[in-house]
């Protein structure tokens, strides 16, 4: 009898004792994620571009929520980073006009060109500019290609490609079909500018560049965003655009060649340029502002180690107000990026929870990555950790809302030892590693882990995304698709509570939150595998 009340007792005590606290992944809920991702990309955060009024609500939100979940201000006791920004709007003439051999080409703005500048200059004119034809606008010492010659471009307009030689190849020139960052379009205008162009006009192609002309048209006449100079931008191009596929061909025919004449000869290795018979004629009448954006930045302090971090990042803004499709405006950025905004936040809550961990965790949601990857740059500037002690960015963008994924799609697979990291995590989860569908899209080059890459720091760009449970690799490509086509930088991408489903969000929160705690709880230094171009700026910051 004596043996059974102590029994009884030992039950009604344990009854009576509090539950016990979740922790880590156990602390990462679909109901939060929701939450945040339903408030984000609500209209009356009208789309979230920076230095407007729904900036302010933004920030806000997120460094409350971070502020809730337990983190401590990154920034000296502060919340924000100040970004300081330029912004311009330009209106650009109703035509871009070319004198070519057969006679005059008119090209209407949006239809079939669009050019922006960032010079502060209020009117920029081309003037009968020299038309000079570049091939790929690439300089790269290592792949044997200058597509410059020593050319002196003072004064003239070049007309590139978008993307580089190895697009749609399976060959080892570049790196075959997986796009290097010499053929991103910022790369192109960068080259461009050093050669001492006046003007870089690319031609628009949506396979190499990843998406339709309808995206290019939608950022026209904005307002364009971009890091304050110290210079006014002096050493940019006055003009940097793009023209359509259909504008080109119709170019390159009164020239007395087919585009795809033009694109055989600057796929040759020993390309050289040449001026065509034409010159381009236009202008564009800017206005500017300068102002601050924010970052937003919390973080845990490391327990033994608090000057080495990992770093998680998940960009804020998307476009804003603009161009009325079916009479919708508001380009809510559901997707892109309200999603990883409410990743980050939830993992931020599981990384409070856990008991501590030995480096510091920095959690950033950056401004401006719509317009160039501006506040993740400037960070990359201005650190609150040398890059040297920064052990990897975590970071990701576009979460689809299709429920669980078989897979974890690794933008940059083979690029370093993190692919092993994020492996083991997945297979923890019944997942498996894919690479990027899509390389010759430049993902990697796309998001807000680059400016991080490019000072050396290894980094991640993970999520599920090729291979949804409830739809199939077959299908879920198709309707990957479908959003990169019809719904990506546009007003249809909102969140729709009823239909949308985000469990596989909440598992790539607990898969990433997994990499990151034994990231911080290690004492290795992930490195960059031998064949990659980043390895030699990490050993450099080590230094």
Not at 30 to 35: D, Q, R, S
Not at 147 to 174: A, C, E, H, R
Request: hydrophobic share 35%.
């Amino acid at each position: 009898m004596r043996n059974i009340l102590i029994f009884l007792n030992i039950i009604l005590l344990s009854s009576c004792k509090p539950a016990i606290k979740e922790t880590g992944e156990a602390v990462i809920q679909y109901k939060n994620i929701e939450k945040h991702l339903a408030e984000l990309s609500s209209d009356r955060y009208l789309g979230r571009k920076p230095m407007t009024e729904s900036e302010g609500i933004t920030v806000d939100y997120i460094a409350k929520e971070m502020a809730s979940a337990g983190l401590e201000p990154a920034n000296k006791g502060s919340y924000f980073q100040e970004v300081p920004l330029l912004a311009v709007n330009s209106k650009i003439s109703d035509t871009l006009c070319f004198d070519t051999p057969k006679g005059s080409l008119k090209f209407n703005k949006l239809i079939d060109y669009v050019t922006f500048s960032r010079r502060m200059d209020t009117l920029q004119t081309l003037e009968k500019s020299e038309l000079v034809f570049a091939g790929f606008g690439i300089t790269a010492p290592e792949y044997g290609r200058d597509d410059f010659q020593g050319m002196d471009l003072k004064g003239k307009t070049i007309l590139v490609f978008v993307n580089d030689p190895g697009y749609g190849t399976t060959g080892s020139y570049f790196k075959g079909n997986t796009m290097t960052y010499y053929g991103r379009w910022t790369y192109k205008f960068e080259e461009a500018a050093r050669r001492g162009a006046k003007g870089c006009l690319i031609i628009h192609e949506q396979g190499p560049a990843g998406y339709p002309w309808q995206v290019v048209r939608n950022n026209g006449e904005t307002t364009k965003l971009y890091l304050k100079p110290d210079n006014g931008y002096q050493d940019r191009c006055a003009f940097e655009g793009w023209i359509s596929q259909g504008a080109a061909e119709q170019l390159f025919k009164n020239c007395g060649m087919n585009l795809n004449d033009a694109k055989k000869i600057a796929l040759q290795k020993d390309f050289k340029p040449f001026i065509l018979p034409v010159k381009v004629s236009g202008w564009m009448k800017s206005s500017f502002k300068t102002n601050t954006s924010r970052n937003v930045c919390g973080m845990i302090r490391g327990a033994k180690h608090p000057d080495e971090v990992i770093v998680y990042t998940a960009h804020w803004d998307h476009l804003g107000v603009g161009t009325a499709v079916n009479n919708d405006s508001i380009y809510n950025g559901a997707t892109d990026n309200a999603s990883a905004v409410a990743w980050m936040l939830e993992i931020a809550r599981g990384f409070r929870s856990y008991p501590s961990t030995e480096r510091s965790v920095l959690f950033i949601s950056v401004t401006g990555e719509e317009s160039g990857l501006l506040g993740s740059s400037y960070y990359a500037e201005h650190p609150f950790y040398p890059m040297g002690k920064t052990v990897a960015c975590i970071n990701t963008d576009v979460m689809l809302f299709l429920g669980k994924f078989r897979d974890v799609t690794l933008t940059g697979f083979g690029q370093s030892e993190l692919d092993d990291w994020v492996k083991r995590a997945a297979d923890q989860q019944g997942r498996y590693i894919a690479a990027d569908p899509n390389p010759e899209n430049g993902m990697f080059f796309r998001s807000d882990q680059f400016p991080f890459v490019r000072k050396g720091v290894p980094a991640i760009y993970a999520k599920g995304y090729t291979d949804a449970i409830k739809y199939g690799k077959e299908e879920t490509l198709k309707i990957l698709d479908h959003y990169w086509k019809k719904t990506y930088h546009s007003p249809f991408d909102e969140y729709h509570p009823t239909t949308d489903d985000l469990s596989g969000i909440v598992d790539d929160a607990r898969l990433l939150f997994r990499v990151g705690t034994n990231l911080a709880n290690s004492r290795k230094w992930p490195v960059w595998n031998n064949d990659s171009e980043f390895k030699i700026a990490r050993e450099s910051s080590q230094k």
